[in-house]
């Protein structure tokens, strides 16, 4: 049962176009959201994360929408470097089914690749 | 300030073989998470350590066992082993009792190939 879904496998962009990666979750208890993006040979690395209460956060190029009706969320990387081509993937978490673990339930990831 | 390290990076070993595999946490973390990763999918959760004791555990057999020492460092146990326990093993630390204030630290895993 995939809790957490990112549908587009890849994604392949301009530089300095904007780039939306998607993100749909099935459980409702799960209230916060983070983005990780990874490197071959290296490990995720966190990009930016969201509170259930919040609809939106930004942090420099990065921005983090979610719509808790519609249990997605989206990332917006603007402009779009070729230093960002990696693959990104979204992992939620629930205080009330994992408690304060901090337990992560990953997307399959997105691959994204910017063209210069 | 090291980041949280792996070891071994790569592994071979054949199925019905035990492994074992080590972690140490980012200076000042306490806390440890170990993710399976398959091929074209993300990271699965194992279990989490803390103050010695695993804490939380996800939908893995009890072929996968793991060890917390005293000074935070882990490693991850897998026993008879399957082809389908071949994946990139990761490894992630946190500092506090929550990962949702600090979010995790992860390591650059260990790829454990089953022939």
């Known amino acids: 049962d995939q809790q957490v879904k990112q549908n587009s496998p890849s994604l392949s962009v301009q530089e300095g176009r904007i780039s939306i990666l998607n993100c749909d979750y099935t459980n409702s208890m799960f209230d916060y959201f983070l983005w990780y993006k990874k490197y071959p040979a290296e490990g995720p690395t966190f990009l930016i994360s969201i509170s259930s209460i919040k609809d939106k956060n930004e942090d420099g190029r990065f921005t983090v929408f979610l719509n808790k009706s519609a249990k997605h969320l989206s990332l917006h990387i603007v402009p779009s470097q070729p230093g960002d081509s990696a693959v990104y993937f979204c992992a939620a978490s629930a205080l009330r089914i994992f408690g304060n673990t901090g337990k992560l339930i990953f997307g399959q990831g997105t691959t994204l690749q910017v063209k210069p | 300030d090291a980041g949280v390290t792996q070891s071994p990076t790569h592994l071979i070993k054949t199925r019905g073989q035990q492994v074992t595999l080590r972690c140490s946490p980012k200076?000042?973390?306490?806390?440890v998470s170990w993710y399976q990763q398959a091929l074209g999918q993300g990271p699965q959760f194992i279990f989490q350590y803390y103050e010695e004791e695993e804490r939380q555990r996800g939908n893995f057999p009890d072929r996968f066992s793991g060890h917390q020492f005293p000074n935070y460092s882990s490693e991850l146990n897998v026993n008879a082993l399957l082809l389908g326990d071949s994946a990139l093993y990761l490894c992630a630390s946190s500092s506090s009792w929550t990962g949702r204030d600090q979010p995790q630290h992860f390591g650059d895993g260990t790829r454990l190939s089953i022939l």
């Open positions: 200076s000042g973390h306490d806390t």
